[in-house]
């Protein structure tokens, strides 16, 4: 099928893609589902898995100076230039986290041990993980913890964001 907008995979090729992950139409318990979760996960490839169970199961540490442990170095210096590669990023970092939540974390550390202030503030559209991280990281620094919520229109046309205390929302 073909429009503007370009032409739809062939249900061949879609049948192929969908065979390489596990669970696409059906969750874990063999119930039917269309996968629409943003937070709770990802679709999982199923070369991938079988890569990681592959690596992960050796008892080696890519700390040590061995054969082995020097297989384990380079097979994590490849992984850590790919992602660049995949997200198709030239410049700059990618920061590399096992869970959004970690990251967010640590990112809100950082910031909090690295500038100067009286308050933080996160807004509504933040990760949800950026509340917890901001609320820890405010009592352990004696900050106070704000929330930016949505703009709301003034009567003047013009658009105000306020800000709350985080206790408050």
Same mark, same amino acid.
């Given at each position: $099928?073909?429009?503007?907008?370009?032409?739809?995979?062939?249900?061949?090729?879609?049948?192929?893609?969908?065979?390489?992950?596990?669970?696409?139409?059906?969750?874990?318990?063999?119930? *039917?589902?269309?996968?629409?979760? @943003?937070?709770?996960?990802?679709?999982?490839?199923? =070369? *991938?898995?079988?890569?990681?169970?592959?690596?992960? =199961?050796?008892? !080696?540490?890519?700390?040590?100076?061995?054969?082995?442990?020097?297989?384990?170095?380079?097979?994590?210096?490849?992984?850590?230039? !790919?992602?660049?590669?995949?997200? @198709?990023? +030239? !410049?700059?970092?990618?920061?590399?986290?096992?869970?959004?939540?970690? *990251?967010?974390?640590?990112?809100?550390?950082?910031? $909090?041990?690295?500038?100067?202030?009286?308050? =933080?503030?996160?807004?509504?559209?933040?990760?949800?993980?950026?509340? !917890? =991280?901001?609320?820890?990281?405010?009592?352990?620094?004696?900050?106070?913890?704000?929330?930016?919520?949505?703009?709301?229109?003034? *009567?003047?046309?013009?658009?105000?964001?306020?800000?709350? +205390?985080?206790?408050?929302?």
């Amino acid at each position: $099928m073909s429009s503007r907008q370009g032409q739809l995979f062939s249900e061949s090729l879609m049948e192929q893609i969908q065979g390489r992950f596990h669970y696409i139409d059906h969750d874990v318990d063999g119930r *039917a589902r269309l996968f629409f979760d @943003n937070a709770g996960g990802s679709f999982r490839l199923r =070369a *991938a898995l079988d890569a990681f169970a592959r690596i992960d =199961a050796l008892p !080696d540490c890519p700390e040590r100076m061995h054969e082995r442990a020097l297989y384990l170095q380079d097979i994590q210096t490849r992984g850590e230039e !790919d992602i660049p590669r995949i997200l @198709n990023a +030239r !410049d700059g970092s990618v920061y590399l986290s096992l869970t959004a939540s970690a *990251a967010m974390f640590e990112m809100v550390r950082a910031v $909090m041990e690295n500038v100067p202030g009286t308050n =933080a503030v996160t807004t509504i559209l933040e990760h949800p993980s950026s509340f !917890d =991280a901001m609320k820890l990281y405010c009592d352990a620094r004696a900050r106070r913890p704000r929330v930016a919520r949505r703009a709301e229109q003034r *009567a003047d046309g013009r658009r105000r964001c306020r800000c709350d +205390r985080l206790a408050d929302r």
